[in-house]
């Protein structure tokens, strides 16, 4: 896998005056998105409208949520996949650890999520996961409503494309061992219609931009990376 550096990845921040609907900035930034999902299917956003301090919690529950007993995690069940808990597996990564909380901006999910992992509960784990959740949906919302006016999509696609449950995914990728080289996740692309990562400053991430090139996406504190899903695709 060579990663290039010399590729400049979009980058786009998304101030409060822009993010008025039919506004002169709201256009602009609707021809960046599109542009940047057109070229490298993704692109790094600055969005200060979700706290560092939320962020940061979130990052903190996650480490006691992953010190869970593995009786407790093997509850996180799905039929669907990566929609449950996957542990380190030569099937998916001995480096990899993930849960699936769905329907994650309804609270009462995130609070039968908690009763799963901590059988009394866990109420600053249900309020932060909470808040976390909903802010990243209404954020993707915003985004997915830049490429409908971008492409003059309409109504009709609203419905598709913003309807929809917000499926949560808490994922720990351990270290290799020293001085050996292991991708913590094999390379693949994401079959919802939109994704956003938020990660916790750790230079893990790595994206396919173009021409089987690869890129090392380092977030600032207050970026996410939006990536476009396969049925937002076009061959």
Known sequence: MGVNAEIEFPIIEFRSSDLHRGTDGWHHLCKRVREACETFGCFEVVYEN??????????????????????????????????GWVGPCDQVSLLYEGFGLGDASNYDSVKSFAQLMWP?????????IHTM??????????????????????????????????LVRFMKYMAPPPREYERGLFAHTDKPVSTIICDDQVSG??????????MKLSLSPSSFCFVVGDPLKVC
């Open 50 to 83: 979700i706290s560092p301090k939320v962020r940061e919690e979130t990052f903190g529950l996650m480490k006691e949520l992953v010190e869970v007993p593995v009786e407790r995690k093997q509850k996180n069940a799905s039929p669907m996949p990566y929609h």
């Open 120 to 128: 009394d509960g866990h109420l600053r784990f249900c309020n932060t």
């Open 133 to 166: 959740a909903t802010q990243i949906e209404e954020l993707n919302k915003l985004i997915c409503l830049m490429l409908i006016d971008s492409y003059g999509l309409g109504e009709k696609w609203e419905s598709v494309m913003i309807n929809y449950k917000t």
């Open 205 to 214: 991430l790595e994206i396919e931009v173009k021409d089987g090139q690869w």
